[in-house]
C-alpha cells in the first residue's frame, strides 16, 4: 500500500525556516516525482514544485523559487521541503504528492502557522 | 503557464439531483486533466483521471468527459457524501495547475 507520510504541524516565527518532511512507503522511491502543493485556509490548491529522488533534479514555480528547497533522501525514502523567510502568507496546508500527470497519493498535509 | 478556469465556484443540490462542473484549459491539454475531491481537513482524493477514467474504488456515479480545452465532471444522483470541495488538475505541461474549484453543498 502506498503511503505518504507528513511530519507534524509548525508553528513558526516570521523570518525563521521550516523543513516539512514526506516519508514514502509501499513503492520505489525513485521511480516517481514527488510533488508539493500548498493551500491557504479555506483557498485552491497551488503547486510549488517537483523533485526526482533519482537524481535529486528539481523544477519550481516560478513564485516559489526564492521560497522552497526540495530534497529527497533514497537511503530513507524521504522527501523534504525548506520554506525560508516566513511571512503569514506562508500560513498554509502543505502536501506532498506522489505523480505522473495527475497524483493518486497524497500525504495527509503539514500545518504550517507562520506568527508572531 | 496553462490556466484552468472552473465553473461554477458554488452550487446546491438535492438528493438525487446530476451536477456538472466545468473546467476550460487556456490551451489544449490533450486529456491530461484529473478531477479531485476534497472533504474539510482532508487530502483531495482521485476520482477521475486522463479525463474520463473512473479512480478504483470511486462509486460510478462520477464521470469525466471533454477533450482538447474543454473538460467536465458529472454526479449522476447527488448522494450526502458527495458533499465537498471539487478541482480539476491539468497534468499536460509544467508546471501543473489547479481549477479554482468549486463547492459543492446538499441542498
Known amino acids: 500500500e502506498v503511503q505518504l507520510q507528513q511530519s507534524g504541524p509548525e508553528l513558526q516565527r516570521p523570518g525563521a525556516s521550516v523543513k516539512l518532511s514526506c516519508k514514502a512507503s509501499?513503492?520505489?522511491?525513485?521511480?516517481?516525482?514527488m510533488y508539493w502543493v500548498k493551500q491557504r485556509p479555506k483557498q485552491g490548491l497551488e503547486l510549488i514544485g517537483r523533485i526526482d529522488p533519482e537524481d535529486g533534479s528539481t523544477d519550481y514555480v516560478e513564485k516559489f523559487k526564492n521560497k522552497a528547497t526540495l530534497t529527497a533522501d533514497t537511503s530513507s525514502n524521504t522527501a523534504y521541503m525548506q520554506l525560508s523567510s516566513l511571512t503569514s502568507e506562508d500560513t498554509a496546508t502543505y502536501f506532498c504528492a506522489r505523480g505522473t500527470h495527475w497524483f493518486a497519493y497524497w500525504g495527509q498535509g503539514t500545518l504550517v502557522t507562520v506568527s508572531s | 503557464d496553462i490556466q484552468m478556469t472552473q465553473s461554477p465556484a458554488s452550487l446546491s443540490a438535492s438528493l438525487g439531483e446530476t451536477i456538472s462542473i466545468e473546467c476550460r484549459a487556456s490551451e489544449d491539454i490533450y486529456s491530461n486533466l484529473a478531477w479531485y475531491q476534497q472533504k474539510s481537513g482532508k487530502s483531495p482524493q482521485l476520482l477521475i483521471y486522463a479525463a474520463n477514467r473512473l479512480q478504483d474504488g470511486v462509486p460510478s456515479r462520477f464521470s469525466g468527459s471533454g477533450s482538447g480545452t474543454q473538460y467536465s465532471l458529472k454526479i449522476s444522483g447527488m448522494q450526502p457524501e458527495d458533499e465537498g470541495d471539487y478541482f480539476c488538475?491539468?497534468?499536460?505541461?509544467?508546471?501543473?495547475?489547479f481549477g479554482a474549484g468549486t463547492k459543492l453543498e446538499l441542498k
Open positions: 509501499g513503492y520505489t522511491f525513485t521511480e516517481y516525482y
Open positions: 488538475l491539468q497534468g499536460s505541461k509544467f508546471p501543473y495547475t
